[in-house]
């Protein structure tokens, strides 16, 4: 509820920003290194803006990191209220199925490629283990959460 009622999120500008920024899908800037040449120059930009007198009225315009970015992080956000929805309703209604677990660690996944909220996923993956009956999902959710801690220990990612 709170990203449907969030303007900001459901008409993209909290995606469009980040990953204009180089915030988000880190993982694919490693792979178009034009693309992580222009999110450091947009960095780059932003930080010299916030070192001025915000009284000079000074701004700068973000360079798109690749082309029809405002229409793709309009369409991630749709999907992401959508999908998380999804997860939602499976867990309410059948929280102990290997199903509703599978696309649950899916989620997860999708949170740990796109931002790396480690804190956040190994909460997530916590959950998770407490319902699930399934002993290889468990294990899993037991690899997720070591994963996310040494993330956290390591200082890499969002926590």
Request: net charge positive; charged share 15%; hydrophobic share 50%.
């Amino acid at each position: 509820m709170q990203k449907i009622t969030s303007k900001q999120f459901m008409s993209g500008d909290f995606y469009y920003h980040a990953i204009n920024l180089g915030g988000l899908f880190k993982f694919f800037f490693t792979i178009f290194p034009e693309s992580l040449e222009i999110a450091k120059s947009n960095s780059e930009s932003l930080t010299t803006l916030k070192e001025l007198n915000p009284n000079l009225t000074e701004h700068i315009v973000l360079k798109d990191v690749f082309p029809n970015l405002s229409f793709v992080s309009r369409v991630f956000a749709w999907l992401t209220v959508i999908f998380e929805f999804l997860v939602a309703v499976a867990i309410l209604w059948k929280p102990k199925k290997i199903g509703t677990h599978i696309i649950f660690i899916i989620l997860l996944f999708g949170i740990l490629f796109t931002r790396l909220e480690t804190g956040f996923v190994s909460l997530l993956a916590i959950s998770g283990l407490y319902l699930c009956k399934n002993i290889k999902l468990k294990l899993l959710y037991v690899l997720i959460i070591l994963g996310c801690i040494t993330l956290i220990i390591t200082k890499f990612g969002y926590h």
